[in-house]
């Protein structure tokens, strides 16, 4: 077949492809749902987690590379049913803030910031959240931080030490609670208990440290007098080195330090788990390697399910133009003509399937990143894998079809009723 027979078998393909369709909306409808289905779950699922890795990546950029993490329970997901065999760490004690003032001291750490997360409610003049997240930090927190303060600023040593009542709020909170009035200076109810703004604070929303919620960050000794049910077991640090010194050194004299703290004998294992962003970042795409391996099986149900409604709509298509294939074998067209013809308008049908599934899975992509702070973006292999599995699969479904066609006897052909 001449390469000019082939782009016009091509285009009379895509055109009684075209022409099926219109002529059973039904049942081709089906079809490409089917492989639409497949097509966005993957586009959309995929969208979603290279929105995630790039999230977690600016997340590790912004506290710094060489940042790392002290917790009391190790990183990850536990498998914990409260046994000393399944959750060994729930005997180790909580992160102190006395202790991460003695290793603010070392003169290989640039920051350590402890701190504690919890949430209560907050009322401004006739408006009010039920439940907003608090952070209580350490002064000095924002040698470790990747955001800002303005206007305003950030409490004081001083001010940390005698519990006073002062807060800075995020951009949501503000958005939510003050509905435009200027914050700064303002006097915010607390749990019923009265807290002066004294900052604003602004961070780029982010799949780990969020960013869309309304928060309020207050001095930590302010948290521990002020809220009595908060459990200073869940304490953590964020440790930053100077510059100059690697994060392999800054976690040797770290753990050394805690060690010493705490008493520990050199036999004895740490009581407490150092955690580096790399290291978080292989459970995130531990986690969403699993998700992504589980939804390409989803999607290949459903491209299977689409496969088999081409072969379907195809050996129908056969039967139905029989006598015009007989035509054409007639009129000089050989096998490779009327199978190329069919091939094509089966890779047809599972393009459209393709193109709608990666216009919805584009929209759905569009709207994650609108509404969350994850930044989703639909990767260029994304699309290509997408096209080429539109082909594979009108090739595999349509074959038989095609090549049931292609062996027709032209005689018996012309003869069909």
């Keep these: 077949m001449s390469v000019g027979a082939r782009i016009s078998g091509l285009f009379e393909g895509v055109a009684i492809a075209i022409e099926a369709l219109r002529a059973n909306k039904v049942r081709a409808g089906l079809t490409i749902l089917g492989i639409s289905v497949g097509v966005f779950v993957v586009v959309a699922i995929w969208a979603t987690i290279n929105g995630i890795n790039a999230s977690v990546e600016k997340d590790i950029e912004s506290a710094g590379a060489t ?3 002290v917790q009391r329970y190790p990183a990850g997901f536990n498998n914990c049913d409260g046994s000393d065999e399944s959750c060994p760490w729930r005997h180790n004690p909580p992160l102190r803030v006395s202790e991460g003032d003695a290793l603010g001291r070392l003169p290989s ?35 470790t931080d990747g955001g800002d303060i303005y206007p305003g600023r950030s409490f004081t040593l001083q001010e940390n030490a005698g519990g006073a009542q002062v807060a800075l709020v ?54 521990l007098r002020r809220f009595p049910e908060v459990d200073g077991r869940w304490a953590q640090m964020t440790i930053k080195p100077r510059d100059g010194v690697s994060r392999d050194q ?13 008493r520990l004998r050199p036999e004895t294992a740490n009581t407490f788990y150092v955690v580096t962003p790399d290291r978080l ?6 986690v969403f390697g699993v998700i992504f391996l589980v939804t390409l099986v989803l999607a290949s149900v459903g491209l299977i399910v689409g496969g088999v409604g081409v072969v379907a709509i195809m050996m129908i298509s056969v039967t139905e133009r ?33 193109l709608v599934g990666l216009g919805a899975g584009w929209a759905i992509a569009l709207i994650v990143h609108s509404a969350t702070p994850i930044p989703t973006s639909v990767p260029p292999l994304a699309v290509v894998t997408a096209c080429a599995s539109s082909v594979v699969t009108g090739i595999l479904f349509g074959i038989y079809p095609a090549y049931r066609a292609a062996r027709l006897d032209p005689v018996e052909a012309l003869r069909y009723e």
């Design 109 to 143: 750490l640039a920051g350590v910031t402890t701190e504690i997360d919890h949430s209560a409610s907050f009322k401004f003049a006739d408006r009010s959240l039920k439940a907003a997240q608090i952070e209580g930090l350490t002064p000095g927190w924002t040698a």
């Design 67 to 69: 940042s790392f993490y």
């Design 250 to 262: 800054a976690i040797d004299d770290v753990i050394a330090s805690l060690r010493s703290m705490r």
């Design 281 to 286: 970042f292989q459970l995130y795409n531990s």
């Design 170 to 223: 995020n951009d949501k909170m503000v958005e939510n609670l003050f509905k435009g009035i200027d914050p700064l200076g303002k006097s915010v109810l607390i749990n019923n208990s009265p807290y002066q703004i004294i900052g604003l604070y602004h961070y780029h929303p982010s799949f780990i440290q969020g960013g869309e919620r309304a928060m309020a960050i207050i001095p930590i000794e302010t948290l």
């Design 322 to 354: 029989t006598r015009e294939i007989g035509v054409r074998k007639a009129l000089g067209a050989t096998k490779l003509v009327i199978l190329w013809q069919f091939l094509v308008e089966s890779i047809t049908l599972t393009g459209i399937g393709t």
